[in-house]
């Protein structure tokens, strides 16, 4: 499974991006999904998952009521909607697929490269 994300630029605080992660290699409709980042400096947090029938949603508290995580599976192509964005939501902005059906933590089976956010105040 191959994991391509997009989407990414610079943007206001204040503003919205829309994360892409199409994967190819195979279909992806039963696996979990999942959004992690990573600012300068520091190490990777999670940001949201999806389970696969996109019946369960996480988030980071740090997210939550901003940010919100979509799958097409038909498209075989996850989503980020991110609204609201603050200077401390710059970061790059990775996707990840697990071959289990609901995910927690941070092992997931496939990454995607990164995409770079940058949220100027």
């Known amino acids: 499974v191959q994991l391509q994300a997009s989407g990414g630029g610079s943007v206001q605080a204040g503003g919205s991006l829309r994360l892409s992660c199409a994967a190819s290699?195979?279909?992806?409709?039963?696996?979990?999904m999942g959004w992690f980042r990573q600012a300068p400096g520091k190490e990777r947090e999670f940001v949201a998952s999806?389970?696969?029938?996109?019946?369960?949603?996480d988030y980071a508290d740090s997210v939550k009521g901003r940010f919100t995580i979509s799958r097409d599976n038909a498209k075989n192509t996850v989503y980020l909607q991110m609204n609201s964005l603050k200077p401390e939501d710059t970061a790059v902005y990775y996707c990840a697929g697990d071959r289990t059906g609901y995910k927690l933590g941070y092992d997931y089976d496939y990454w995607g490269q990164g995409t770079q956010v940058t949220v100027s105040s």
């Open positions: 999806i389970s696969w029938s996109g019946g369960r949603t």
């Open positions: 290699g195979r279909a992806v409709s039963s696996y979990a």
